[in-house]
């Protein structure tokens, strides 16, 4: 049963949506998921989140029809996570929260996180998601996205550091 069904008797999209996807640790989730992380321990890593909470929040996305798992291995099992269509639809929110955040949660001369750039003329889109070259609207099937080298080197010096937690963990 969907979790927006916890929010009572409300027509309230935005009440329904916050149920689902209203925590930090599944927006998280679902911004990895479309930047092509999969895997669990690469969800962990960039995420920051516990394991328990990893696995909560997957398992929730999954009962939300959002997220299904898919097994890559089978001894042991092992599943990596993708976005069904349902979750592919919220990259728009995830744009607008990007947007958002680039705007007014930044300090002055920090550069941006991602560039997307327009394939169709190759022009950097803007926060507005219009193309800052040609002005056209530009769809997500139509964009590239690419990290900047700041925000590359930070999810690296996450992943190093998540992968020698763990090793020291295990050893």
Known sequence: MPKWDEV?????PVARTAA?????????IIRELF???????DLQAQTGATAQM???RLRRLETDGMVERRA???RPVRHEYHLTRIGGEFYPVILALRAWGETWCKGAGEPLAVRITHRK??????????????????????MDAQQTPEYAGERRRRHEAFRAQAKTAVG
Do not use: Q
């Open 8 to 12: 009572g008797d409300t027509l309230c």
């Open 20 to 28: 689902i996807v209203g925590d930090r640790w599944t927006i998280l």
């Open 72 to 74: 890559y291995r089978c």
């Open 54 to 56: 990893l696995v909560a």
């Open 121 to 142: 003329c190759g022009g950097e889109v803007g926060l507005d998601g219009a193309c800052l070259t040609c002005h056209e609207a530009v769809s997500r099937s139509d």
């Open 35 to 41: 930047m092509g992380s999969t895997r669990f321990d």
